[in-house]
């Protein structure tokens, strides 16, 4: 077995815990807590208030992200939005009310446990133009030039391989679609031994890179006008340790050139 599919295989196995209500993601209970959380980081940190008010705990519950993708996306309606590793649903919950009818929301994500509790609270929220697809984001099940917007939420720092990401996600992306990205990144790298930690990779920690170098995986994937459009301290929702880089939760932003 190669070292992705050992990674793709702790991930998942990680994600299926949590949406079991197993584990948190980062170890412990911490309830609607972030992905790389502590027990002080919860959804309401991450989202406006007004966003998440009305949406039942059994997505607020499940949503392990590291920041707001969708409002950073500033989507419009009758757009088609791709989330990648959609988890039990909320970015794609949001996204799907401001497309609005005439737009489609698809998510994409590898963890059995995790697609049935998306498709059960659509069911429960009764939404309509939101469609949750089995995959893996270095693998798109998705037509090319077919999506608008790609958000994603803490989740390609989990991915062992992002340079095939970012290829993915401009093959799927129209000319002139955008991405809007929340994401686990660093200031310097950490060392071949903490980056063999597996589950501290996939508690959102060691799988994460450098940002000049996620930058330049996008550019070199064909992005342009990336931008870090914000970069804070990511210490309320990982707990770094002397021996590792500088860790940041940052909002990154690409566009698809026409």
């Known amino acids: 077995m190669s070292d992705q599919n050992i990674i793709h295989q702790t991930v998942r196995a990680r994600y299926?815990?949590?949406?079991?209500?197993?584990?948190?993601?980062?170890?412990?209970?911490?309830?609607?807590?972030?992905?790389?959380?502590n027990e002080t980081t919860s959804t309401a940190l991450l989202y406006d208030e007004e966003l998440v008010a009305d949406l039942p705990v059994d997505v607020t519950g499940l949503s392990?992200?590291?920041?707001?993708?969708?409002?950073?996306a500033a989507l419009r309606p009758g757009e088609i939005v791709l989330d990648l590793g959609s988890g039990g649903g909320i970015d794609c919950f949001l996204a799907a009310r401001q497309v609005g009818e005439t737009g489609y929301v698809i998510g994409v994500d590898m963890t059995p446990e995790m697609l049935a509790k998306a498709n059960a609270n659509?069911?429960?929220?009764?939404?309509?133009?939101?469609?949750?697809?089995?995959?893996?984001?270095?693998?798109?099940?998705?037509d090319d030039a077919s999506v608008d917007v790609i958000i994603s939420n803490c989740v390609i720092n989990l991915s062992p391989d992002k340079a095939a990401v970012f290829s993915e996600?401009?093959?799927?992306?129209?000319p002139g679609g955008r991405v809007s990205i929340s994401d686990i990144v660093t200031e310097g790298e950490f060392s071949p031994e903490l980056r063999a930690d597996l589950a501290q990779w996939a508690e959102c920690v060691t799988g994460a890179i450098d940002v000049e170098?996620?930058?330049?995986?996008?550019?070199?994937?064909?992005?342009?006008?990336?931008?870090?459009?914000?970069?804070?301290?990511?210490?309320?929702i990982i707990e770094p340790k002397p021996v590792m880089p500088r860790i940041y939760?940052?909002?990154?932003?690409a566009v698809k050139p026409i």
């Open 169 to 174: 996600a401009f093959r799927v992306l129209k």
């Open 16 to 37: 299926g815990s949590i949406a079991n209500g197993q584990v948190s993601c980062c170890g412990g209970s911490t309830g609607g807590a972030s992905c790389c959380s």
């Open 249 to 253: 939760s940052a909002r990154i932003t």
């Open 64 to 72: 392990h992200g590291c920041g707001d993708p969708v409002t950073i």
């Open 213 to 236: 170098q996620y930058t330049s995986l996008m550019r070199a994937a064909g992005f342009s006008n990336i931008q870090v459009v914000n970069k804070v301290d990511a210490t309320g």
């Open 122 to 142: 659509k069911a429960k929220l009764g939404v309509e133009n939101v469609e949750f697809r089995a995959g893996q984001i270095e693998a798109l099940p998705v």
